[in-house]
């Protein structure tokens, strides 16, 4: 075991771990993409097989997911995963993508939306949404390093919030609303139809991701072999129930047609609780994002204390504060590598879509590839003590894998100039491995 990894403290209970499945899960995309999922299918039924089928895929993915966080806990999660299978020379890429491109890219996209979201009710001008997105990172990067009692305490709130919102918007939606009048259900040609309801799923896929970040804290987790999982497949399948239970509530109370809407939940509460409450979806929609932030800091910052301790180019990251219970240098190094981004994006229109674009190639290409670490592993490991196994072993990580091939083809399919900006910081990443290379012969 690395010396650092003996200063991870058991403070995560099942309850814990399964609000950081939740929280990170159900952010701002469940406001966001059901118009887009609506767009994209001929009627209710098949709406319905989108989301079902992403709660489906999710699952699968848990279980494989299970057994690598179980079998090898650590704060490293994927990195830690890959390293094992494939050696370090692939991990330290995947590490420093995930430190440059995938978790400050999320935490900006999501302090995008709550800056955006806040503009609306106080402007700060021209670049109103990036200021209150500087102040959000700040804000919840201090809090972590604060404590990480504190930080669960703040994720607890904000999960439980999200949670009730949404409860409030499906009674609205399902109880209280007139249903909407029937229209008849759009027809799309065979090839029409294949192409359609792809894109559904890329959305609606979009809409599930981040249930993975569990792994990130496996190390910190009491009573990992049971608790990992138990927060991996009882968060999924609360996520799914949750996302169905809102989505048929919209569809009851505005037909396909008002789903494709991207006010459909302020119609929802203007026609039932009235105009006034309107922006209560504005604060819900905070809420989420604040959630998806706070989460992504956590277990970004714990991914990159373990690039640290491994490789001598970010050694200084190697830090962990035992009274405060949390890896303080590594959380300061996320939020600068953050207001980066956050400085970049605001020179663009489309700074939030960027990050999207930004941040999916490189998200689904290392999915991809710890999903096949499982079979690596299986062979390369395989005396290793499993507490977890995959169900129904290979068909489940090979249908995972298959679903990864198809995001990752759809991400690449639909990225623009942030797609080709997060190559190229990928392949800085080869610099910087040939750099820790050197670094390493002239070592004492």
């Not at 690598?68 to 692939?90: E, V």
């Not at 219970?325 to 590594?330: I, V």
């Not at 290979?394 to 083809?409: A, D, G």
Request: overall charge positive.
């Amino acid at each position: 075991m690395i010396d650092g990894e003996k200063k991870l403290q058991k403070t995560f209970s099942v309850f814990d771990s399964i609000a950081i499945v939740i929280g990170i899960v159900i952010g701002a995309g469940i406001f966001k993409l059901p118009t887009l999922v609506a767009m994209n299918v001929p009627s209710g039924g098949w709406m319905a097989a989108a989301w079902i089928f992403g709660g489906v895929v999710s699952f699968i993915g848990a279980l494989c997911y299970a057994e690598l966080a179980t079998t090898y806990p650590d704060a490293g999660g994927d990195y830690h995963f890959l390293s094992k299978a494939y050696g370090s020379k692939l991990s330290f890429i995947f590490a420093w993508t995930r430190m440059m491109i995938i978790q400050p890219g999320s935490i900006v996209m999501m302090s995008f939306i709550v800056g955006d979201e806040l503009s609306r009710i106080v402007s700060l001008g021209s670049f109103s949404d990036s200021i209150y997105a500087l102040i959000i990172v700040a804000l919840l990067t201090g809090l972590n390093i604060a404590g990480v009692r504190n930080s669960n305490t703040t994720q607890k709130i904000l999960t439980v919030g999200i949670i009730i919102g949404l409860f409030i918007v499906f009674v609205l939606g399902f109880f209280v609303a007139e249903p909407a009048a029937a229209t008849s259900a759009g027809s799309f040609s065979d090839s029409g139809f294949t192409g359609k309801f792809g894109m559904a799923m890329v959305f609606v896929l979009l809409t599930f991701g981040g249930w993975n970040e569990a792994a990130y804290i496996s190390s910190e987790v009491k009573n990992p072999e049971k608790n990992i999982v138990k927060s991996l497949l009882l968060g999924i399948s609360i996520i799914t129930i949750a996302y169905l239970l809102v989505n048929f509530a919209l569809y009851r109370a505005l037909g396909l047609e008002g789903m494709r809407s991207f006010d459909s939940y302020q119609q929802v509460v203007g026609q039932t609780a009235g105009q006034n409450f309107t922006p209560f979806i504005s604060i819900l929609i905070i809420i989420a994002a604040l959630s998806t932030t706070n989460v992504t800091i956590i277990t970004g910052a714990r991914s990159n204390f373990a690039f640290g301790r491994d490789f001598n180019i970010f050694k200084f990251l190697n830090k962990w504060d035992n009274v405060k219970g949390t890896p303080s240098t590594a959380l300061l190094f996320q939020g600068a590598i953050s207001f980066l981004l956050i400085i970049f994006g605001a020179f663009y229109k489309s700074g939030l879509e960027s990050m999207v674009d930004y941040t999916s190639p490189a998200f689904w290409f290392f999915f991809l590839l710890a999903g096949i670490s499982l079979f690596v592993l299986r062979v390369k490991d395989k005396d290793a003590p499993r507490p977890f196994k995959t169900p129904l072993y290979p068909l489940t990580p090979l249908l995972f894998i298959v679903f990864c091939l198809y995001m990752l083809r759809s991400s690449i399919l639909y990225t623009g100039k942030g797609g080709i900006v997060s190559i190229i910081v990928m392949v800085t990443g080869v610099i910087a491995l040939v750099i820790d290379m050197k670094l390493k012969k002239v070592a004492p």
